[in-house]
């Protein structure tokens, strides 16, 4: 088992404590869109601050090249952190250097700064050392709040802990991350079912390889599972499907069968001449999709498969949606589906795990976003940690005698 230090025991009182977190959010008209990132890290942010601690900020956000740019400035999400805090944050204009010195020495016990974009400085996202170091000499106590941001080997994730000597400590957010995976992962109760849905193949493979050493049963979803049975012979007519990777698919099924592991794959399908709202609709067996079909959800025999093969697993991990879910009425399954676990899991029958991009969206869409056990709102960094790797943004948080039983 993993340790990491233990923010409830940090002595934070009078200290600069830089706390990484992961202020990329959805903009709209220089307002924040979606405040939920934030949101989870609010409770970390105004308990270091009751506990007289320096809160220092630091974050990147989105996708600045190589320099300043006002459209990436992180001032007016700092503003929207102190709304959500309900404390007043300062500002400082740059990460390092003078400006933001001197803004740090400014502070005082239980003040709030947010630092400027990290990625205006190019070092950042090179894991330069000496500017990691730079980062690193305007605090005491390093704190990774960032989960969602974890999976980047940049200077504030990574560098930043280890050119320093700066003590590290996962952020209440983050630890529930961590403990989360490894209740799927690590000590999961057995069986363990996971659905990974979404549209592609290819950008799961290390994904599907990984759960089929670690699942019983494999649910498979979405576009991807039209490649899946194109790779049985079935006829799929106009479905999406990756062609180039139908050997991969037989490679997996045939694995799956060597390890005893159980592949779900859909048995029925609801089928339209195109992907839009409402458009006339058909269920068909999937032997039988015909030649101007697309399959653009589960059916209701696969649906009810699905639920049953949940209903007798303890454990799930949810990646990626069964139906093209963002046209109506193909979330059906997804929606069908995320029911049935949220009552599977307030019954204590199952503990659910989800996450990625698409499928917070789904389970939103589906209203059950509060009733799983828990659900990641990261998108790469959660894919990542699925595929069994240690992010970087992780890495650095490990206790020394982990690390060491890590590298064997
Ligand atoms: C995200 O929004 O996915 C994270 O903040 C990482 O951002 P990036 O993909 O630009 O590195
Ligand atoms: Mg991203």
């Given amino acids: 088992m993993p340790s990491f230090r233990s923010l409830d025991d940090a002595d934070v009182k009078g200290k600069r404590v830089l706390v990484r977190v992961d202020l990329n959010v959805p903009m709209a ?27 220092i900020l630091i974050s990147h956000f989105g996708r600045p090249k190589g320099g300043p740019d006002p459209k990436y400035s992180l001032k007016p999400v700092a503003a929207e952190v102190a709304r959500i805090v309900k404390r007043p944050v300062a500002f400082a204009p740059d990460c390092v250097g003078p400006v933001a010195q001197k803004a740090v020495a400014a502070m005082k016990a239980g003040d709030i700064l947010c630092l400027e974009n990290t990625r205006f400085h190019p070092e950042e996202e090179n894991n330069d050392k000496a500017f990691a170091r730079k980062l690193a000499a305007l605090g005491d106590i390093f704190v990774e709040e960032a989960f969602s941001a974890a999976h980047r080997e940049h200077a504030s994730i990574a560098g930043i802990v280890t050119v320093s000597n700066l003590p590290a400590y996962p952020g209440y957010a983050m630890r529930a991350e961590l403990a989360a995976l490894a209740r799927a992962f690590e000590h999961p109760e057995h069986p ?5 849905g979404g549209a592609k193949i290819s950008t799961k493979l290390e994904l599907l390889g990984h759960l089929l050493a670690k699942v019983e049963t494999l649910i498979i979803g979405g576009g991807m599972a039209n490649t899946f049975l194109a790779a049985q012979g079935c006829a799929i007519g106009k479905s999406l499907c990756e062609p180039d990777l139908i050997a991969n698919a037989r490679d997996i099924l045939a694995k799956a069968k060597a390890a005893k592991r159980d592949i779900v794959l859909p048995v029925d399908a609801v089928v339209a001449q195109k992907l839009a709202a409402h458009v006339p609709t058909r269920v068909v067996d999937v032997g039988h999709v015909g030649r101007d079909d697309m399959i653009l959800d589960i059916g209701p025999r696969s649906i009810e498969h699905v639920v049953s093969v949940l209903g ?53 869409a589906a209203g059950v976003m509060g009733r799983l056990t828990h659900v990641s709102t990261a998108g790469g960094a959660f894919l990542e940690s699925l595929e069994g790797k240690t992010l970087p943004g992780v890495k650095v948080l490990l206790l020394p005698e982990t690390s060491a039983a890590l590298r064997g």
Wanted: net charge negative.
């Fill in 312 to 364: 007798r697993s303890k454990t799930l991990v949810w990646n990626g949606p069964f139906g093209a879910f963002e046209v109506e009425p193909f979330d059906n399954g997804t929606v069908e589906v995320a029911e049935a676990v949220a009552e599977l899991t307030a019954a204590g029958r199952l503990v659910s795990f989800a996450g990625g991009g698409d499928t917070v969206a789904a389970l939103n």
């Fill in 29 to 55: 008209g220089g307002k924040v869109a979606d405040a939920t990132r934030i949101a989870e890290v609010a409770p970390t942010i105004a308990d270091l601050a009751a506990r007289g601690g320096k809160v």
């Fill in 192 to 196: 363990v079912a996971a659905i990974v």
